[in-house]
T-cell receptor, first 112, second 109 residues
Framework: DAGVTQSPTHLIKTRGQHVTLRCSPI?????VSWYQQVLGQGPQFIFQ???????GRGNFPDRFSARQFPNYSSELNVNALLLGDSALYLC???????????FGSGTRLTVV | GQQVMQIPQYQHVQEGEDFTTYCNSS?????IQWYKQRPGGHPVFLIQ?????EVKKQKRLTFQFGEAKKNSSLHITATQTTDVGTYFC?????????FGKGTLLTVNP
């Protein structure tokens, strides 16, 4: 059974540009969460989606948005990129019933 | 908002020594989860604790959840080089995890 897949694995963008990151959850998992991890820190919660509805949003600006599709895959969009958006973006899937999360390998975003 | 603190930030041990990391929350937690992240890798789920005073074991790893559900610990007995990585605790709620900064464990063979 495939794990959580994220694409792309690495990305370099210029300040002011837009980026779309993609995630496919484990089959059968209806919940997808997005986390941002900067070097030396723990992951920071951005969004959670369950059954295509936003369940929660972290303390991130409106430049960050996300959605979940009928097949439970998800996209994270970031507009007007800043240097400080450089980080590892992690997608995590779960059943949505309060169990542990399975993280993908992440997308390493570098903004120059 | 909820804050989760972990100590120590770093721990270097000789192979065979024990290791403990501690986690404290500013608020009562509904559950706590522990993750391990190898260098260059992604967090991997280890365990979830839900009940006050709960203790769970996984081979050489022992996890505890405090009576007040505001603190937790992870103890590794007789560390091995394969234990190297950053151990994170994360307070769980209905829809999000609040991670601590983690404890980086290095093991000298």
């Amino acid at each position: 059974d495939a794990g959580v897949t994220q694409s792309p694995t690495h990305l370099i963008k210029t300040r002011g540009q837009h980026v779309t990151l993609r995630c496919s959850p484990i089959s059968g998992h209806k919940s997808v969460s997005w986390y941002q991890q900067v070097l030396g820190q723990g992951p920071q919660f951005i969004f959670q989606y369950y059954e295509k509805e936003e369940r929660g949003r972290g303390n991130f600006p409106d430049r960050f948005s996300a959605r979940q599709f009928p097949n439970y895959s998800s996209e994270l969009n970031v507009n007007a990129l800043l240097l400080g958006d450089s980080a590892l973006y992690l997608c995590a899937s779960s059943t949505g019933q309060g169990d542990g999360y399975t993280f993908g390998s992440g997308t390493r975003l570098t903004v120059v | 908002g909820q804050q989760v603190m972990q100590i120590p930030q770093y721990q270097h041990v000789q192979e065979g020594e024990d290791f403990t990391t501690y986690c404290n929350s500013s608020t009562t937690l509904s559950n706590i989860q522990w993750y391990k992240q190898r260098p260059g890798g992604h967090p991997v789920f280890l365990i979830q604790l839900v009940k006050s005073g709960e203790v769970k074991k996984q081979k050489r790893l022992t996890f505890q959840f405090g009576e007040a559900k505001k603190n937790s610990s992870l103890h590794i007995t007789a560390t091995q080089t394969t234990d190297v990585g950053t151990y994170f605790c994360a307070g769980g709620s209905n829809y999000k995890l609040t991670f601590g900064k983690g404890t980086l464990l290095t093991v000298n063979p």
